[in-house]
Every structure is written in structure tokens, then in C-alpha cells.
């Protein structure tokens, strides 16, 4: 089983949609959870880290189940600028970050 | 706003031939992170350094590849011979504090290597 698993994507979405990213981890160890932008051919940028209470950051929320190892990202009123691969990332004991696949997400106008 | 740079941003070299990638991380940050993508795949782990030594290596972090804080600013990632399945993006990363917390780590542009 993969450590960090992403659905496949890619979502081709249009403006203002809502769209929403699942993310499933295998070790249950896990410490910290983040979801992280990476752009084409860019480095990952933090979008956003994700608690055990749920957290909201303008247009995303993010959520955390651990009894399920699993974590969402959902994006409302998608803008153009949306469109990027995100990340689902996983930090372990000692700091090492484990990322899944990444979904592509396309916003269309 | 500080930020992580890396040099050269594209690396192209023969198979077998020893190249250096560097980084210079955020300067007040102590813990340093090497990730690599191959195209079109994930982000991988390679290895972490923390107070002048490897904290943590991956599978991938075999004895062709070093790192080495050699003064006070830069950090870099020796590969002796490489191979063509070296051929990647490598990432640096930095951060403040190590460890399993929130802190975030600060990622650079990245060097595209080749190999030929």
C-alpha cells in the first residue's frame, strides 16, 4: 500500500466551482499533515496545514480523520489560479515530509 | 521575504561524471531536507541534516550520494557517478525547527539535473 494516496485526477473544473481533494495514509504514526501547491516544473509551496479539528483559510478547508488516515482539502468558487497539482504530504517522526501523487487540478473559464 | 535558492537551476552532465548541487538555505534555519521528482512522479524523501550531520537517509541515499554543510550558508548534495535514472529535479529544503510539529519547510526552486 502507498504511503501517501491521492485520487488520480486530473479535475477540469469550471470557475466558481467547488471541488474537493481526498487523501489517504498508511502509517498511522503519521505526526503532521499538510496539503501543498506545486505548480508545473516548481517547487511545493504550502497551501495550507491540516488539524484534527479542521481548519478554513478563505476559499479552502481543510480536514483530518485520523481514526480513518485519511485527509481532504475542499476548494470553494474556484478561481483560474487554482489550477495546480496539489499535494498531500505527510510529515513522520524526524521531519521527513512523505508526499503523495498529486491531483492536477484545471480551472476552466 | 528570506527564501531558499539553489544553483545551477539546470545541470546537465554525462552519465559517470560527479556533479554538485547546491543550496542556500534560509539563514536562521538549522534543519536541511534534499527531496528529488523524477518527471512526472512524486516527490521523494532523500535526506535530512541537522547540527552538521545526516539525521535520516532514504533508500534512494545510497553511498553515490553526500551532503555537506561546508561553511556557514550552503548546503549541498554531492552525486560521485551519476546515472541516467539520477536525471530529476532536486529539491533543497530548510526549516527552523525539526522534528514532527507544524513548522513549516521552506522548499527551493530546484535544480533540473540531466543526465546523459
Known amino acids: 500500500r502507498k504511503e501517501v494516496e491521492q485520487d488520480p485526477g486530473p479535475f477540469n473544473v469550471p470557475e466558481g466551482a467547488t471541488v474537493a481533494f481526498n487523501c489517504t495514509y498508511s502509517?498511522?504514526?503519521?505526526?503532521?499533515f499538510f496539503w501543498y501547491r506545486q505548480d508545473c516544473r516548481k517547487e511545493p509551496k504550502l497551501l495550507m496545514s491540516?488539524?484534527?479539528s479542521g481548519n478554513e483559510d478563505g476559499r479552502f478547508t481543510a480536514q483530518l480523520n485520523r481514526a480513518s488516515q485519511y485527509i481532504s482539502l475542499l476548494i470553494r468558487d474556484s478561481k483560474l489560479s487554482d489550477s495546480a497539482t496539489y499535494l498531500c504530504?505527510?510529515?513522520?517522526?524526524?521531519?521527513?515530509?512523505?508526499f503523495g501523487q498529486g491531483t492536477e487540478l484545471s480551472v476552466k473559464p | 521575504e528570506p527564501e531558499v535558492t539553489q544553483t545551477p537551476s539546470h545541470q546537465v552532465t554525462q552519465m559517470g561524471q560527479e556533479v554538485i548541487l547546491r543550496c542556500v538555505p534560509i539563514?536562521?534555519?538549522?534543519?536541511f531536507y534534499w527531496y528529488r521528482q523524477i518527471l512526472g512522479q512524486k516527490v521523494e524523501f532523500l535526506v535530512s541534516?541537522?547540527?552538521?550531520?545526516?539525521?535520516?537517509k532514504s533508500e534512494i541515499f545510497d553511498d553515490q550520494f553526500s551532503v555537506e554543510r561546508p561553511d556557514g550558508s550552503n548546503f549541498t548534495l554531492k552525486i560521485r557517478s551519476t546515472k541516467l535514472e539520477d536525471s530529476a529535479m532536486y529539491f533543497c529544503?530548510?526549516?527552523?525547527?525539526?522534528?514532527?510539529?507544524?513548522?513549516?519547510?521552506?522548499f527551493g526552486p530546484g535544480t533540473r539535473l540531466t543526465v546523459l
Open positions: 529544503a530548510s526549516s527552523p525547527v525539526g522534528g514532527t510539529g507544524y513548522n513549516e519547510q521552506f
Open positions: 502509517n498511522s504514526a503519521s505526526q503532521s
Open positions: 491540516v488539524y484534527s
Open positions: 504530504v505527510v510529515k513522520y517522526q524526524g521531519g521527513k515530509l512523505i
Open positions: 539563514s536562521n534555519h538549522l534543519y
Open positions: 541534516f541537522y547540527n552538521n550531520e545526516i539525521s535520516e
